[in-house]
């Protein structure tokens, strides 16, 4: 159903290039952002690269698979959750206390929550970060793809999904934190995040799992699973009638790009200090898919790019100029889907092909 | 008894406030494909319409009379101009018209926060339709529930004359069941397609001045409409008037029995795992156009 601007056949040196340019993110992100920018700006940076750790898995599920996920929220604020309860506990138990602050104030006061309780230990909680997501998505996606639900109808549901949780956060104001979500955060497994070295730890590892992830899923682009999911994208139906279930290779790429938000929300957590319901519900939700669209859904660095450009630029402009940013923001989205659907990656290919007139071939859009 | 009457009238007009913001939405996602995420702000601009007619003229009742035809008017033209400016061109990509009017919604927002302020805004019902209308035996139903429900329905009404019964009726579900043909068979498929729309963004300015009624005003009381009423359209099945009137009472009366017997908040969860399942059973949701297509 969906036509989408195809990913450019890779010139011959692509392979030598790509290790190149995957060693120049390495060194801008490890080396020359941590000399070059201020505590504060860099822990800034922090919080958009969480922002392109969910554009990954966005650039294998919507612009490799043509799965339009409009629910990453859910599975964002799932890894920010499981991930504030158990820094909540610990911050609790640091200071003698048995329930998290939140909880003395709102909730009934006596005990913990019996589905607390399992996060207070470290590694059942950071696993949680990414099962619980995975789970939530293989649950959903196992009904939707396999009764063949798509397009609109998946686009949808997976909103109305992050709307459900959102309101249900918001409801449980004893256990969840209600509006406010988990906030004041100071802990992070037994560093304090006041300290502004800390705080370069937590950069640190943001970056290298979100480098870590951009070459796991170069590879799994590359692999025969990376062929096979834009065969589905496609057309589904040819790759039916040749013997494979598409539902199981969308399932996958929906699994795998849930993990990879519920990681993102789970770090997001140590470099902002909070997760709450208003960063997860539709208009977030929404915000993650239009990051990796301005920037190209089908190239995983354009989607990483466009995720950290819009993020910045939604918290410089929206700070000086809220509502001329808002504007901007409305009519970025209008032209860079509406007019330029490879997203600002394919620009150059785009500009190219209009100066030698030759016919845009792979472009079906 | 009575709580039980109660609750299923609190459904039903939760129902025909679903159905009235769902009903435009059946012809431009249900039959064109279009998932236009500013029929929320269409549904905000009927709601503002309302707001700006009270200040002029004196008289509840007849302010809110002639905001229902100004507001089908205002929120239809938009819908044509965002048809002809931008939907004509995405109507091959129809999963990408969701960004593009999402961006849209976006400016919407801010211009009705520009010249109407963030703040929400009030208007007042006319006296008629303000106090309860007793049922009997201690059931009460308010009487602006009652006059939207009366409007859903009439709305049903004129949509199934005009669809049904006219020659544009025709032309439109010709467009909508085989496009090529309709255009070989001399209809001007781009014209229907601005009629559509025109149509369908107009019902949303109508839902609009019914929600003055049920809820304040303001830049974001789109955004808290929309999801709901694009299942109520998916539940119904595509384009199909009879399947978004019967989920939107039945979605409606769900909500208002599980509000009734745990919280708001699970409430709304189970309603999404009810409709999951649903569609475990009937994909295409309650009624479908039978094709042969493989898709």
Redesign the interface.
Known sequence: ????TETPPAPPTARLRVPGAFVLAAVLLLGVAPLALSDFRLSLLAKYLCYAIVAVGVSLAWGRGGL?V?GQGVFFGLGGYAMAMHLKLTDAAATGETLPDFMQLYGTGDALPWWWEPFADPAFALAMTVLLPMAVAAV?GF??FR???K???F???S???A???S??????QATTGGTNGLTDIQGFFGYSLDDPVNQRMVYFVIAAVLLLLMAGARQLFVSRYGELLVAVRDSE?RVRFLGYDPANVKLVAYVVAAGTAGLAGALFVPAVGIISPALIG??PS?GF??GA?VGGRASLVGAVLGAVAVAWAQSTLSDAFP?AW??L??????LA???L?GGLASLGVVLWRRRTRTPATGET? | MTVILNQSFTGISIGAVLLLIALGLTLTFGQMGVINMAHGEFIMTGAYTTYVLQRSISGAGVSLLVALPVAFLVAGAMGALLEWLLIRRLYTRPLDTLLVTWGVSLMLQQLARDVFGAPNVQTHAPDVLTGNISMGGGVTFASSRLFILGLALLSVLALTVVLRLTPLGRRIRAVVQNRDLAEVSGIATGRVDRVTFFIGSGLAGVAGVALTLVGPIGPTMGTNYIVDAFLVVVVGGIGQLKGSVLTAFALGVLQSVLEYSTTLSVAKVIVLVAIVAFLQWRPQGLYTLRTRSLA
């Open positions: 159903m969906t036509t989408i339009m409009l959903l009904f939707v009764r063949r639900v397009g609109a109808y686009a949808i549901l909103q109305a999904l709307a459900a949780l309101i249900w956060l918001i409801g449980q139906e539709i208009v929404i898919v239009i669209a509502a808002t504007y923001q409305g009519l970025l989205f209008v889907v509406g007019f659907p859009a």
